[in-house]
């Protein structure tokens, strides 16, 4: 703040704040709140995390000889195509609950956000059906009947980190809703968890086809 | 000022969100019949990955709002991120190496 009044002092011009250039020492160079930003920058770190287990997990697989591809078209991708689906429906709602909650319409917010979780709580009721179908097939974290011991490593360490993400995302999303449904939150909070929302998605994005459509069992 | 009519326009447009949205499904669909067709393992790759930019592109633009966002928010948080992504795969040569040493 000291800084905004120092430069609307100092520049005699009285132009608005607006057109301050974002590099004269403007308080907000991003124009956005701290909370965003602070969000964007766990993002990309984030981000960094997720990209370092799937490069992780293409190098052991093209280290390996014997990698298995135990993934039937039907049921296995055509199930992870469902959590696909309800990952990237559960985006749209999110974008909506943005929406509605930067129009101060709360109640609408609230519902977008409760369709956002029921989203995130099937894609995380489907995987974890497909984990137990594959723990019933032996695969374990260090061993499988198929092939590389390093399948089920990297497999579970992958998709386990995701879904903690999606379990974290939706006690967020929780939280968030009843605070901005009881009016203590503002609209840019939502937005932020919103941020985090779609990063997961994006995260499965790559995940998805990487892991699955690239491991579908032939014949 | 014109930005700001734009960003009021599109960045809370329900259609432009639906629209990304059925992009997003489709450009899945065609990864998922990519996958039932079976490809070469290099073509599938090089297809699936194009894909799959193209998609988080559109999220990060439209769902996450950096399209709307400052220049300087994006030159911010992009490049440093895509070029340390980048560097992980300095590693890369090693593990088709490591195929050709195992003792079997």
């Known amino acids: ?219 | 000022m014109s930005e700001a009519t734009v960003h009021a326009h599109q960045a809370g447009s329900r259609k432009l969100f639906l629209y990304v949205w059925f992009w997003l499904l489709a450009l899945t669909g065609v990864e998922v019949y990519l996958s039932y067709v079976q490809l070469g393992v290099k073509l599938m790759l090089t297809l699936l990955m194009g894909l799959s930019i193209v998609k988080a592109t559109l999220i990060i633009s439209y769902f996450m709002h950096l399209r709307f966002e400052r220049r300087s928010l994006v030159l911010t948080l992009m490049p440093a991120m895509v070029f340390v992504i980048v560097l992980l795969f300095l590693f890369f040569p090693d593990s088709l190496r490591l195929l050709h040493m195992r003792p079997q």
């Open chain 1, 1 to 219: 703040m000291a800084t905004q009044d120092f430069a609307s002092h100092a520049g005699h011009s009285g132009a608005p704040a607006a057109a301050e250039s974002a590099w004269s020492g403007g308080g907000s160079p991003f124009a956005i709140g701290s909370k965003k930003l602070g969000m964007w920058l766990f993002i990309v770190s984030d981000a960094i995390t997720f990209s370092a287990l799937l490069m992780a997990y293409s190098y052991v697989r093209v280290a390996s000889a014997d990698w298995p591809t135990p993934f039937h078209f039907y049921p296995s991708v055509i199930k992870a195509t469902v959590m696909t689906f309800f990952l990237l429906s559960s985006s749209v709602t999110m974008v909506m609950a943005v929406r509605a909650a930067k129009l101060g319409e709360r109640a609408s917010a609230v519902k977008w956000i409760l369709g956002t979780m029921a989203g995130g709580l099937a894609f995380i009721v489907l995987h974890a059906i497909e984990w137990a179908d594959l723990i019933h097939e032996g695969v374990r974290l260090f061993q499988n009947p198929w092939g590389s011991p390093l399948f089920g490593a990297s497999f579970f360490t992958l998709t386990g980190l995701h879904m903690t993400h999606v379990a974290v995302g939706v006690t967020y999303l929780g939280v968030i809703a009843v605070l901005f449904g009881s009016g203590r939150l503002d609209a840019e909070v939502v937005e932020v968890s919103g941020l985090y929302w779609h990063f997961v998605d994006l995260v499965w994005m790559f995940i998805f086809p990487l892991v699955y459509l690239l491991s579908v069992k032939m014949g």
